[in-house]
């Protein structure tokens, strides 16, 4: 099945890499399903994507809601009458040291960085097994495998991306799973920082940052391998380092 056949979803598209995707999906073609919160910039990417001649739709998802999460991806059955490749994007990083004690920002992001993954598995997966194909490209982290003060919650959700990926690979043999792991990437995740000093010591960190395309080009390879090829993981990082 060429990449023009596809029927993707995406969350976390109304901004970063979920935007930089949606572009580059967009314009080679595939069929897409753009999910986040904020949909009034998802109304305007979609009207610029189909503007260009893309096949694009929205809908509004809170990743971490299960019910709201199997009507993203009804919906993106419904228009389009199948889901070939889920891209659990959406995620927080609202860094800080344990001592600060931001218990709510620990929660919140393991509520959007893991259970949001573990609802798209849930919804995705049936229809995937129904199909007998599908892909789920789960977007993790190079804090998903090395750890950073400041980023001990952070990094916890992002190996778990990993062990979830990797045990939900073993136990298919007819869907593929793809962890992508960028390093650091312009967008606006560093903005759910609401610790100043982890918020100072990510100023040089994102001086090298590479554009969200580049995480798109890695996950548009994956997705554009044919159906035997599975692509395991995907290490994207700037040249440079700080
Ligand atoms: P952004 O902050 O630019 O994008 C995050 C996206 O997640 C937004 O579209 C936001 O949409 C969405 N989102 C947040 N919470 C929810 C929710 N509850 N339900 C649905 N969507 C939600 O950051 P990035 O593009 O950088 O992040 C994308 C992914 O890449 C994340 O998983 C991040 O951890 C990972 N990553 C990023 C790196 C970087 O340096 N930028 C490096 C490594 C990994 P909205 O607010 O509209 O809901």
Redesign the pocket.
């Known amino acids: 099945m060429d990449i023009e056949d596809k029927v993707i979803a995406i969350?976390?598209?109304?901004?970063?890499?979920?935007?930089g995707t949606a572009r580059l999906l967009a314009a080679r073609g595939a069929k897409l399903m753009l999910?986040?919160?904020?949909t009034d910039?998802l109304a305007a990417l979609t009207d610029e994507l189909n503007a260009a001649g893309g096949t694009v739709a929205f809908r509004s998802?809170?990743?971490?809601d299960r019910a709201n999460f199997e009507a993203f991806i009804t919906a993106t059955e419904a228009d389009y009458g199948r889901v070939d490749v889920l891209v659990n994007?959406?995620?927080?990083?609202p860094l800080s040291r344990f001592d600060s004690l931001k218990v709510d920002e620990w929660d919140r992001m393991i509520?959007?960085?893991i259970r949001?993954v573990l609802h798209g598995i849930a919804a995705a997966l049936p229809r995937f097994k129904d199909q007998g194909s599908g892909q789920f490209v789960n977007?993790?982290?190079?804090?998903g495998y090395a750890v950073w003060p400041n980023c001990g919650v952070?990094s916890a959700t992002?190996y778990a991306v990993r062990a979830i990926s990797e045990a939900l690979r073993m136990e298919h043999d007819d869907i593929r799973v793809t962890i992508v792991?960028?390093?650091?990437?312009?967008?606006?995740?560093a903005?759910?920082i609401t610790d100043p000093v982890a918020a100072q010591a990510m100023v040089d960190f994102r001086a090298i940052?590479l554009t969200?395309d580049a995480?798109a080009r890695a996950i548009a390879y994956a997705v554009e391998q044919p159906t035997d090829v599975d692509v395991n993981t995907l290490i994207v990082r700037p040249v440079r380092s700080t």
């Open positions: 969350t976390g598209a109304s901004s970063g890499i979920g935007e999910g986040a919160r904020r910039r998802l809170d990743v971490t994007n959406a995620g927080l990083m509520d959007v960085n949001g977007i993790s982290s190079i804090g952070y992002k792991a960028p390093g650091v990437v312009e967008s606006e995740l903005d759910t940052a969200p995480i």
